[in-house]
């Protein structure tokens, strides 16, 4: 059974920083991509980033390109989410997800979701 736990969200001034942290467990979590996803009130979810599997490939949402960065370390079954520069449109429900294969693109559905970590940018 794949578990995902997200850490790290909190309310920030704009311009602050923030990181996000998503341990996973149930599977080996070295075989896979992970991604984060974030959903503002009222929005559907949007795709923020993606790793694949050994670190050499990622991919980001235009809107956080230069602010934001994805890593994770396979020893410690975690994915992070460095935000830097954060804005008030930043504020969003976090999720951390795991996909199927080891490289993925920033079409393809992820198959498992963690519960999500609430950001929230003030102005």
């Known amino acids: 059974q794949v578990q995902l736990v997200e850490s790290g969200g909190g309310l920030v001034q704009a311009g602050g920083s923030l990181r996000l942290s998503c341990a996973a467990s149930?599977?080996?979590?070295?075989?896979?991509?992970m991604g984060w996803f974030r959903q503002a009130p009222g929005k559907e979810r949007d795709f923020v980033a993606i790793i694949n599997y050994n670190s050499g490939n990622t991919n980001y949402a235009d809107s956080v390109k230069g602010r934001f960065t994805i890593s994770r370390d396979n020893a410690k079954n975690t994915v992070y989410l460095q935000m830097n520069s954060l804005k008030p449109r930043d504020t969003a429900v976090y999720y951390c997800?795991?996909?199927?294969?080891?490289?993925?693109?920033?079409?393809?559905?992820?198959?498992?979701w963690g519960q999500g970590t609430q950001v929230t940018i003030s102005s």
């Open positions: 997800a795991q996909y199927s294969y080891g490289t993925v693109s920033i079409t393809t559905a992820p198959r498992y």
């Open positions: 149930g599977r080996t979590f070295s075989n896979y991509a």
